[in-house]
């Protein structure tokens, strides 16, 4: 490590012939009791009885920390994806889809394979936004438009829209380690409902609103249902 040397994982003499190697030699990662993070270099030396020497050298990764996966957000997490457009004619969005944004990051991997996934309140999986994508560390998003099979998967499939109600994104990244992360999950609800306005009355009706203490005013009452 560093070029220093850091510990003698074999020192023996073993029998060797013109038809036997030795294939394979075992390490924890352990140097003592306790296991070291970092970037090594594995030498290996044999040496005959006769004197002659031969080296090799191979590098090696020990690597116990999971990719991290921090910052998660969404853009709306409650959207309406029953496409009635993306905006009002006040400018308001309709939220007809959700944007996924997190930061990916890890101590050694360059690329780290991303799954995205959509779970129900059972915990069953019902959208897999992106599987197994290789990103590379920084800021990352995506788009979820309440779809069960998301388009950047494939777009040739069609895509059915998930069942109004309560889901979870949970997003998972792995190193080259193995390593896995996990992501805290988000929750976003679908909703493509929109409230019922059960009535509406003004009393009084008419009303006279010029200060002579007779109907100057009128209450609106209302009952809503969602």
């Not at 075992?26 to 140097?31: E, I, P």
């Not at 191979?58 to 853009?75: G, H, K, M």
């Not at 679908?190 to 200060?211: K, Q």
Request: charged share 20%.
């Amino acid at each position: 490590k560093d070029n220093r040397a850091v510990g003698i994982v074999l020192d023996r003499t073993l029998p060797c012939s013109s038809s036997s190697t030795l294939s394979s030699l075992l390490w924890n990662g352990q140097l003592g009791d306790a296991i070291s993070e970092g970037r090594y270099i594995l030498k290996l030396k044999v040496t005959d009885l006769a004197g002659n020497t031969q080296t090799a050298t191979a590098d090696v990764l020990v690597d116990i920390q999971p990719p991290r996966i921090e910052n998660v957000r969404l853009s709306n997490q409650y959207f309406s994806p029953n496409g009635d457009g993306h905006s009002t004619s006040s400018g308001h969005s309709r939220k007809d889809k959700t944007e996924i944004t997190f930061q990916l990051s890890d101590n050694y991997a360059a690329t780290m394979p991303t799954t995205i996934l959509v779970e129900n309140n059972q915990g069953a999986e019902v959208a897999r936004i992106a599987s197994r994508l290789e990103l590379t560390p920084g800021d990352q998003c995506f788009t979820w438009e309440g779809t069960s099979i998301s388009r950047s998967l494939d777009p040739l499939v069609p895509s059915a829209l998930v069942p109004d109600g309560v889901y979870k994104v949970k997003v998972y990244a792995e190193d080259s380690a193995g390593n896995l992360g996990t992501s805290e999950p988000q929750t976003v609800v679908v909703d493509t409902v929109a409230p019922t306005i059960e009535s509406l009355t003004a009393n009084p009706n008419p009303f006279t609103p010029n200060d002579d203490t007779v109907k100057d005013t009128t209450t609106f009452r209302y009952a809503l249902s969602e």
